[in-house]
C-alpha cells in the first residue's frame, strides 16, 4: 500500500533533488574602458516569466530587456535569437569587477565572474635616498596589475639639454647599486603589462658630498634707504639652512630682513638674503655658512655704501588701448612676470587673452590682464594687483577661456607671493590696503598605500600674519554612522611609520591666522590589504528552524566572496559594515540532518586569499533502547513502553541541549498527528504529486 507520508517523502526529496543543481560559474575577463557581454541563455521564456540579471549584492540590472539599474546606459539586452538574454557592460572600469546571475524568475540559469584588466600600479611611492661614496642601496618597485607587468630600470641624463632616460639594462622589482661621486640622479622603475598607462616611479639619490660655496658677486654696492640682496651658492646634498652673519652675529629675520632661496638644479641651491631699506649700519662683510653630515663651508659677500645719483625714470608710459585709463597708473615697467621685455611683446599674448574679456564673464578680468601684462609703474617700482583680481577672474572665466580655445595659464598664488610684505596693492578701485590672508600653495596628493607602508603627508601655506597649522582625519566606524572629525597633527608634515587598514580615510590640513582667516585641503588616504576571513568554527543543528551562517570578511580592493559545500557553492549574502568590512551570510532554511557537515567561506582580491570552515553538528539526536516499539492492532499510530529520552550532552552546552530536546519532542507530536490524519489527507497529497510532476516537466 502507498502511505501519504511516503508520497510527502517522494516530494521532498524531488525538491531536494533540483535544489542541489548547483550553476558553476564562468569567467569572463575585459579592460578597462571597454565593453564585454555576458553570456546567458534562457529558453520557453512564457509571457509571464521574467529574465533578470543582477549584481553581486542581488541588485537588479535588467528586467526582460529592460535595465532597470542606476547607470542605465553602461548596461545592454543583445538578443541575436530569442532565447539570448545576454547582458553587455559598457566603459568597463574596476568597480565592475563582481560576479553577476541571470535568474529566470527565481532559479539561477547562468552565473559569470568578471574580471578587469588592471593597468600597472606601483606601490612604493618616489623616494629621496641620501648616502655617501661606497655604501650600497636597495631600491624596490613593487608593482601589480593584472596580468602581472614586467618592470625595467631607467636613469635620468640630460642629452643637448633635453632629459632622457638611459636603459640600465636591468629588469625586476630590486636594483641594487653601489655608489660613487657619478651615483647621484634619478632612477626611473617602469611598469608595463601592455595595458595604459604605463606605470613610473622616480628615485632621487643624492650622494653625499662636502658642501662647496661660491659667490656671483662678492662685492654689492648700494645707495641709504634702497633694499639689497645678497646671495651665495651651496653646492652638495642634505645641507642644512645657510646662516647668515654679520660682524659675528648670526642674521634673523625681521621687518627688514627677509631670506629665500631657489634651486638651480638637483644638487645647487641659491640662498638670498634680502635687507629692505638700507641703513648706514648695514653696510660691511657678511659671511654666509652651511654644513652637512660630511662637511661643513662658508663664504663672505661685502656690501658697500655708494652716494645716490640722480637717475632717470625707468617708468615708461602705458600704450596699449585696452588698459589705458583701467588702473591708477598709466605707467608701466618691464620685463613682466610673464618674461615678456617690451610693451610690444606682452601685447601679443595679451591680444590672445582680451577676446574672453568680451564674454563678460568678469568685470575684475580685464584690470586682471593689464596689471599683469603691463604692470603698474610708480616712483620707479611696480605696484602690486591685489590677489582677490585673479580669484574672481579664475572663478567667473575658466569655463570662457574653454570656449574660445585658451586655457588659463595664471597661477593666482603667484599674486600673494608678488605682494612681498607689501601693505597696499593696485585692485578694482585703485589703491587698496591689503586684507589678511592666508592660502595653500602646495599639498601631498592623494595616497593609496599597502598595509604597514609609511604615509607622508604635507601642506605649505602662505600669510601676511601668523597662522597656526592643524591636521584632522575624518572617518566613519560604518555606513550607517556619522563622519567623525578628529585632530591628529600641528605641523606642516604629518606621518604615519606603517599605516594600518584603520589609518584610511579623508586628512584635512587647515590653516588659520590671527585674523581668523582659513584655508584647508582635503588628502585622501586608501589602504589596500589581504582579505583576512572569521568564522565561528561550529554550530548547533536547529531541526525544522532557520538558520543565518556569518562570515565576517575584512579585505580591500572589496574581495569576491563565496560560500560552498563540498563541490557545491551557495548562494551568497552580504551585509556592510565599514569600508573595509563586510559579513556575507548563508541562510539555511528548515533545518535537518541534509545540512550537516562542513561549510566553506572563501575571500579572494588582488593581494591574496583567506578562507574559514563552520561545522554544523548535531548535538540533540534521541538515545536508542533496548525495548522494542508497540503499534497497536487497530490503530496505525506507533508507540513505545517507555519514552526516549534525548542522549546527554556536553555540560557547555546546556541551553542548546534543552532546546534541541524540546524541539525534538515537538516533532515527535506532530508527526503522531499527521499518521492520524494520514487518510483524511491522501488526496490532497495526491494533487500536490501532480503539481510537482508538472512543474518539473515545464522546467
Known amino acids: 500500500m502507498f502511505y501519504p507520508q511516503q508520497m510527502l517523502s517522494v516530494i521532498i526529496a524531488g525538491f531536494i533533488s533540483v535544489k542541489a543543481q548547483a550553476i558553476q560559474p564562468i569567467n569572463v575577463t575585459g579592460a578597462a574602458g571597454t565593453q564585454v557581454t555576458l553570456p546567458c541563455q534562457v529558453r520557453n521564456v512564457g509571457l509571464y516569466d521574467s529574465v533578470v540579471w543582477q549584481g553581486s549584492y542581488q541588485e537588479p540590472i535588467s528586467v526582460n530587456d529592460r535595465i532597470v539599474a542606476m547607470e542605465s546606459m553602461k548596461y545592454e539586452i543583445k538578443q541575436k535569437h530569442s532565447d539570448d538574454w545576454s547582458l553587455t557592460i559598457s566603459n568597463l572600469k574596476s568597480s565592475d569587477q563582481a560576479r553577476y546571475t541571470c535568474m529566470k524568475g527565481a532559479t539561477e540559469v547562468q552565473i559569470v565572474d568578471l574580471w578587469i584588466k588592471a593597468p600597472p600600479r606601483i606601490l612604493d611611492q618616489n623616494k629621496t635616498i641620501n648616502s655617501f661614496v661606497g655604501e650600497t642601496v636597495m631600491l624596490r618597485c613593487q608593482v601589480t596589475g ?74 654689492i654696492k648700494q645707495e641709504q634707504g634702497k633694499p639689497t640682496k645678497l646671495q651665495c651658492m651651496v653646492e652638495g646634498h642634505s645641507l642644512g639652512k645657510v646662516k647668515w652673519f654679520y660682524k659675528g652675529r648670526r642674521i634673523v629675520r625681521d621687518d627688514r ?21 638700507l641703513e648706514s649700519g648695514d653696510f660691511g662683510i657678511y659671511t654666509c655658512k652651511v654644513s652637512n653630515n660630511a662637511g661643513s663651508a662658508e663664504a663672505q659677500v661685502e656690501l658697500v655704501e ?3 645719483e640722480i637717475k632717470a625714470t625707468r617708468c615708461e608710459k602705458l600704450n596699449n588701448e585696452h588698459c589705458v585709463g583701467i588702473l591708477q597708473s ?25 577676446v574672453v574679456v568680451k564674454s563678460t564673464c568678469s568685470k575684475y578680468l580685464l584690470p586682471f590682464l593689464c596689471g599683469t601684462y603691463f604692470p603698474p609703474c610708480v616712483n620707479d617700482s611696480i605696484i602690486p594687483l591685489c590677489p582677490y583680481l585673479c ?6 572665466c575658466m569655463e570662457s577661456f574653454k570656449k574660445y580655445g585658451t586655457t588659463w595659464s595664471y597661477n593666482c598664488i603667484d599674486s600673494y607671493h608678488q605682494l612681498n610684505k607689501s601693505k597696499e596693492c593696485l585692485g578694482f578701485s585703485g589703491v587698496e590696503k591689503i586684507a589678511p590672508y592666508i592660502k595653500v600653495t602646495d599639498v601631498s596628493d592623494d595616497q593609496v598605500l599597502q598595509k604597514g607602508d609609511k604615509l607622508n603627508l604635507h601642506c605649505n601655506f602662505i600669510s601676511n600674519t601668523e597662522y597656526t597649522i592643524k591636521w584632522y582625519k575624518i572617518s566613519k566606524n560604518s555606513y550607517i554612522s556619522r563622519p567623525e572629525k578628529n585632530e591628529v597633527g600641528s605641523e606642516e608634515n604629518y606621518a604615519i611609520g606603517s599605516v594600518k587598514d584603520a589609518d584610511a580615510g579623508v586628512y584635512v590640513c587647515e590653516a588659520s591666522n590671527t585674523a581668523g582667516v582659513t584655508d584647508s585641503r582635503n588628502i585622501t588616504v586608501d589602504v589596500e590589504f589581504a582579505p583576512k576571513v572569521t568564522i565561528q568554527p561550529e554550530v548547533a543543528l536547529m531541526t525544522g528552524l532557520d538558520m543565518i551562517l556569518k562570515c565576517d570578511v ?43 557537515g562542513k561549510y566553506n567561506c572563501s575571500a579572494t582580491n588582488i593581494l591574496g586569499s583567506d578562507f574559514g570552515i563552520t561545522s554544523v ?66 488526496l490532497f497529497f495526491s494533487l500536490l504529486l501532480t503539481i510537482f510532476t508538472m512543474k518539473v516537466l515545464h522546467h
Open 146 to 219: 593584472i596580468p602581472p607587468p614586467k618592470v625595467k630600470w631607467y636613469k635620468e641624463i640630460m642629452d643637448s639639454g633635453e632629459k632622457i632616460r638611459e636603459d640600465l639594462g636591468i629588469t625586476g622589482a630590486y636594483f641594487s647599486l653601489t655608489l660613487t661621486e657619478d651615483s647621484g640622479g634619478i632612477y626611473i622603475c617602469q611598469a608595463d603589462n601592455g595595458i595604459q598607462p604605463r606605470a613610473d616611479r622616480h628615485f632621487r639619490i643624492n650622494v653625499e658630498l662636502m658642501p662647496i660655496i661660491t659667490v656671483s658677486m662678492k662685492q
Open 554 to 596: 575584512q579585505g580591500n580592493p572589496p574581495p569576491i566572496v563565496t560560500w560552498s559545500k563540498g563541490a557545491r557553492k551557495l548562494p551568497t549574502g552580504r551585509q556592510m559594515h565599514t569600508k573595509y568590512s563586510f559579513t556575507y551570510t548563508l541562510k539555511l532554511a528548515d533545518m535537518n540532518v541534509a545540512h550537516l
Open 330 to 354: 598709466n605707467f608701466t615697467l618691464f620685463p613682466n612676470s610673464r618674461g615678456d621685455k617690451t610693451q610690444e611683446e606682452a601685447s601679443v599674448t595679451f591680444e590672445q587673452s582680451f
Open 617 to 682: 553538528k548535531d548535538y540533540g539526536k534521541p538515545m536508542k533502547t533496548s525495548k522494542p516499539e508497540v503499534i497497536s492492532s487497530n490503530s496505525t499510530t506507533k508507540t513505545t513502553p517507555q519514552e526516549t529520552r534525548p542522549e546527554t550532552r556536553p555540560e557547555t552546552q546546556p541551553n542548546r541541549e534543552s532546546s534541541t530536546a524540546q524541539i525534538a519532542g515537538e516533532k515527535s507530536r506532530e508527526s503522531q498527528a499527521v499518521t492520524n490524519q494520514c487518510q483524511t489527507s491522501y
Open 391 to 396: 580669484d574672481h577672474s579664475q572663478a567667473g
Open 306 to 308: 655708494i652716494l645716490p
Open 257 to 277: 630682513i627677509t631670506f629665500s632661496a631657489h634651486n638651480t638644479s638637483s644638487n645647487v641651491v641659491t640662498y638670498f638674503m634680502a635687507i629692505q631699506s
